[in-house]
């Protein structure tokens, strides 16, 4: 037996990247991979034996794979379309027109989410139909297999305003809880804490990504230290994560905006807008 | 001896948040109160004693609280129009109007930054005047202190349009990688990476407040297994992580761009924007 892990000491997290997982092709059984991933890692670090309150992160890429969700690239332009609901913002480029898109998950992300690399050559790959499914499914099946309660969370890499740089977001969950509302809570001071909603899919989504890495062949990270978040059923789902409508101040960007303005101004005068 | 910690296993991180930090005032030595915080931890736990290639996270309110940068809490709006250099944009709510702004450093932040929570009572605090320098200050005084090589980070929370939730990010930042450039890199088919720059520091503030919490009371962490990302110098710093300018497709909210084209046509329709 191997010493007690160190990493169950509170407020200690652990996060690996097992190494093996085959490349991952349409019809795969994803769930039969991963156990058999988990189970050779196991074998070869026996404290790494997936436990209950472990949360599994799996990259959406091989989801997408193991789904069929391949397109062939010529057809990138218009597989993007096909997955927009509302175009947010353009940039024209050397290379093109980057879209800056909602896509029908509500992920506003470059190209819809559409992805051309680590796919076979000659293809894209769609972000997954249904990633909550996908993670409530391989949370069933994985867990089953492995006798434990765990979380999964799917995952996808994203740009943001402001910000130089991707990190990795959720976009498919099953038993985590992926908002932290802290709204009630009080600080050390005994005040109301403000900033009262953490993102703790996003941020387990980031802290994964730093042992998988966006070249290293292992697309998959397991996290522990984090039970207190993992739910005893599949939760709210990824889909919570998303805020647009009514609370989105960046609905479109602004160079957008403006012409959209600038045209209503001329063409409807009577309705000038209340600012 | 401890046994070999399993976390050197490649492809392991491991990130904790020692206990036991008394509250940061005025005129503290924060070396002195992080190095005493980070020897108590580690006769506790001794595998945790700081190493080469750790890095320290560290809340940017105790960098401010130790600068002394806290103002009246009668002041918080006229200290918010002081931290602004720009308002991206503006939402009335039933509890007065929040200010999404740009503000000294670069962040775009609801209030400038400026925190009303876990600050003694009465006062706000502002964020700290050069997040980069303090975070230089840190790893120098803390790296001689315990005779390692280490990254430091000074992290704050943000909000983020589109997504629901806060996460930390990464203000101040020294001898840590905190963008990984990955353009030249290729994919495990042999094609070169898309989605190529990394936002490795932000990653590293998302992990770490993991591990902190909000109400905790433990507003440091220590990150292990990422010493590819801890440099032999300073490095490029926080600041390298702000996007703005030409680059920037969100410089303000879409009322206010929708709003100032309306302006626009009306006050001077000779310069009609290109779209």
């Given at each position: 037996m191997?010493p007690?892990p ?13 190494a093996?997982?085959p ?19 196991a074998?070869a670090h026996?404290?790494r034996?997936l436990?209950?309150g472990?949360?599994?992160v ?10 069929g969700?391949?397109?062939a ?6 597989a ?6 509302r175009?947010?913002a353009?940039?024209e480029?050397a290379?093109?027109v980057t ?11 470059a ?16 972000l997954p ?8 499914a ?5 867990g ?13 890499t994203?740009g943001?305003p ?5 990190t990795?977001?959720?976009i ?5 809880r992926?908002l932290?509302d802290?709204?009630g809570a ?11 909603v953490?993102?703790?899919g996003?941020?387990v989504a980031?802290?994964?990504?730093l042992v998988?890495?966006k ?15 993992v ?10 994560l998303v ?12 160079a ?11 063409d ?6 209340d600012?």
């Open positions: 191997s007690a160190t990493s169950d000491a509170p407020g200690d997290l652990r996060v690996w990247a097992p093996g997982l490349e991952v092709v349409p019809g795969d059984d994803l769930v039969a991979l991963l156990v058999g991933l988990l189970r050779d890692d074998a026996p404290d034996a436990r209950d472990d949360i599994l799996v990259t959406s890429k091989i989801v997408s794979k193991a789904e969700r391949v397109v690239a010529d057809d990138r332009e218009q993007i379309t096909d997955e927009t609901v175009v947010v353009t940039r480029h290379g093109g879209r800056i898109v909602e896509n029908r998950l509500g992920l506003v992300m190209a819809a989410g559409v992805d051309a690399s680590n796919t076979p050559v000659g293809t894209v790959l769609l139909l249904d990633p909550d499914a996908s993670a409530r391989l949370r069933a099946g994985v089953a297999a492995c006798g434990v309660r765990i979380g999964v969370l799917v995952t996808d994203a943001r402001w910000r130089d740089g991707v990795d977001i959720t498919g969950a099953a038993g985590v992926v932290e802290l709204r009080h600080d050390t001071q005994g005040r109301p804490l403000t900033m009262t953490t993102a703790v996003d941020e980031a802290a994964a990504e998988k890495g070249a290293s062949g292992r697309p998959v990270a397991v996290v522990r230290g984090l039970a207190s978040h739910l005893d059923d599949d939760g709210p789902g990824a889909r919570t805020r647009l409508g009514a609370q989105d101040m960046f609905s479109q960007g602004s957008e905006a403006y012409a959209q303005g600038w045209k209503d101004a001329l409807r005068p009577q309705d000038a807008p600012r």
